[in-house]
């Protein structure tokens, strides 16, 4: 077992003390980089760039390159998942993921398998292990999923969707068929999530990307209820250290006390609420990861500078702060402003951990 050379991202995630406060970047291995593009082209397309183990792994390892980041996070998609259950997964240029199979019907919900991690993805394990083995221990790999609501709306719309017509439809008509395939899911999930503990992974994230859009009493019955079977069920120790469990619902500010009461290690904010409200509602129950707005790196170096100043300000001293954008890096950015950010977090929260 290579020995951790930098485990400040765990630490701070179990709130324990650290020199400084880590970062990384939700989709810091994308477009944005020149050199991931190059490999996407070698690839031939995403899917075939996710499913070769060397390559997810070369692109994982691209931003560790540029930038003094703390943690690395498995380069892969939410969407394997609904993939290996036969839904038939594919991209349209432009247009984003699409399923061949989408869900339609009870049959549909019954007829879905639990895919194997090491037969159906093992393509997704594989790369776990190739990255871990390069690593070599400089800093911890995250692995991840979807939670079960969000991929359950890409499989019921059949891609991406602006209104959530057909799954909310499902949710309100027949509620018990979503609590089904929602069942499905999170089983799949976890056994996905635990074996990527087992190939290696150090710390994973339930990315629910769709929960804000359900009202609060769907996101309690349809999103929460699952991730909380979820954490319940996770392997919570690996490489004889505990292995940190973070949910994210983008624009779940109003319930983070009940995504606390999970038992998972963080939350993971959108730039939507404030750092400091986040920890006033949550206390020292949990961790928290965020949360700027990911339009920020369109701006000047110097403001770049000032705002993240401003919410390592916002979250205080004490332990238990990730740095992090409050969503996915977008495409267009220059990495010179990542580098900014990256640069700046490390150098202006030292004075927040003294003892």
């Known amino acids: 077992m290579t020995e951790l050379k930098n485990d400040r991202f765990l630490r701070a995630l179990l709130k324990q003390p650290v020199d400084k406060t880590p970062i990384w970047i939700m989709r810091q291995a994308g477009r944005y980089l020149p050199e991931y593009r190059a490999t996407r082209e070698q690839a031939g397309d995403f899917m075939s760039l996710c499913m070769n183990p060397d390559l997810a792994c070369e692109v994982t390892l691209q931003p560790l390159r540029r930038f003094d980041l703390d943690a690395a996070i498995l380069f892969s998609d939410i969407l394997t998942i609904p993939d290996a259950m036969g839904l038939g997964l594919y991209f349209e240029t432009g247009e984003g993921p699409k399923f061949k199979n ?3 019907s009870a ?5 879905l398998p639990i895919p194997d991690p090491e037969g159906e993805l093992k393509y997704v394990m594989d790369a776990v292990r190739t990255i ?4 070599n221990g400089d800093v911890p790999l995250i692995g991840f999923a979807g939670s079960p609501w969000t991929l359950a709306t890409y499989m019921i719309e ?8 057909k799954s909310k439809t499902m949710l309100f008509d027949d509620p018990a068929l979503a609590h089904q395939l929602l069942s499905k899911i999170a089983e799949s999930v976890t056994s996905y999530l635990n074996a990527q503990i087992a190939a290696g992974a150090q710390a994973v994230m339930i990315f629910d990307t769709w929960g804000g859009n359900l009202n609060p009493e769907m996101y309690r019955l349809f999103s929460l209820e699952y991730m909380q079977k979820i954490v ?12 940190p469990v973070i949910l994210y619902t983008k624009g779940g500010g109003q319930w983070l006390n ?3 009461d999970t038992g998972c290690s963080a939350l993971g904010i959108d730039w939507s609420t404030s750092i400091a409200d986040a920890k006033a509602q949550v206390g020292n129950r949990v961790a928290l990861q965020g949360n700027m707005d990911p339009n920020t790196l369109y701006a000047s170096p110097d ?3 000032e705002e993240a100043a401003k919410i390592l300000k916002d979250f205080g001293t004490g332990e238990g702060h990730v740095f992090n954008l409050g969503h996915g890096i977008t495409p267009d950015i220059n990495p010179d402003h990542v580098k900014v950010l990256v640069d700046s977090v490390h150098e202006l929260s030292e004075q927040y951990h003294k003892t």
């Open 102 to 104: 989408p869900i339609r």
């Open 107 to 111: 049959a549909d919900v019954k007829n």
């Open 132 to 135: 871990r083995r390069e690593l």
């Open 158 to 165: 059949g891609g991406s969707s602006k209104t959530f017509s």
């Open 232 to 243: 319940s069920n996770l392997t919570r120790e690996a490489d004889g250290r505990e292995v």
């Open 258 to 260: 009940a995504m606390a």
């Open 303 to 305: 403001v770049i500078r």
